[in-house]
Each structure stands twice: as C-alpha cells, then as structure tokens.
C-alpha cells in the first residue's frame, strides 16, 4: 500500500535552517507529481511546495517563494524540502502528499517549530 513518512521537524530559531524528508513506498514515485502542505496552528492546511515526477517543475506558496526549496531523488523515492529563513509564521504541521492511484495520500507529518 502506499506509504509516506516525512522526518526531519524539529525546534529552529528564526532565520535558521532545515530540512524535511518524505520517504514514499507502494507505488510508481517518479511518475508522480509530491507535495508539501503546512498546517499551521488554527488554521487550514496550505500548499508550501510541490514538484513533478520528473523534477522539472516546481511550484511554491507565495509565503515561501525564495526561502525553500523542493527537490526529489527518484532512485530513493524520497523527496525534501530545503526550508532557509525561517520564520515564526512557518510554524506547524508539514505534510507530504500525493494524488496517486485516483487517491490522495498523506504522510503522518512532522512538526516544525520556529521561536527564539
């Protein structure tokens, strides 16, 4: 069955770095687009990234355009997602997903949390 667990969350001051790891199993990665959402406290889940299955394309939230980036290793079906710069406000749950199968899917997410 398809699977996705993302690593890497953790405690970070602000302007410091991280970066999150999804590992995918089940089915075909690279023929997948993957995303990134964010689940910040109080509020609705919100797309922070996503990538082709080729890695060729790649989109961000308006909010994170220029600080993160998002990349993908087909022959180790992972994908991260580099974050710099961080902010309080990227505080949160982050999420990997992808529509595969005629199904969405989601990891379990990993907590991110930016403070002095």
């Known amino acids: 069955q398809v699977q996705l667990v993302e690593s890497g969350g953790g405690l970070v001051q602000p302007g410091g770095s991280l970066t999150l790891s999804c590992t995918a199993s089940g089915f075909i990665f690279s023929a997948y687009a993957m995303r990134w959402y964010l689940q910040a406290p109080g509020k609705e889940r919100e797309l922070v990234a996503e990538?082709?299955?080729?890695?060729?394309?790649?989109n961000y939230g308006r909010s994170v355009k220029g600080r993160f980036t998002i990349s993908r290793d087909n022959a180790k079906n992972t994908v991260a997602l580099q974050m710099n710069s961080l902010k309080p406000e990227d505080t949160g749950v982050y999420y990997c997903n992808t529509y595969a199968l005629g199904e969405a899917y989601w990891g379990q997410g990993t907590q991110v949390t930016v403070s002095s």
């Open positions: 990538i082709s299955g080729g890695g060729t394309t790649r």
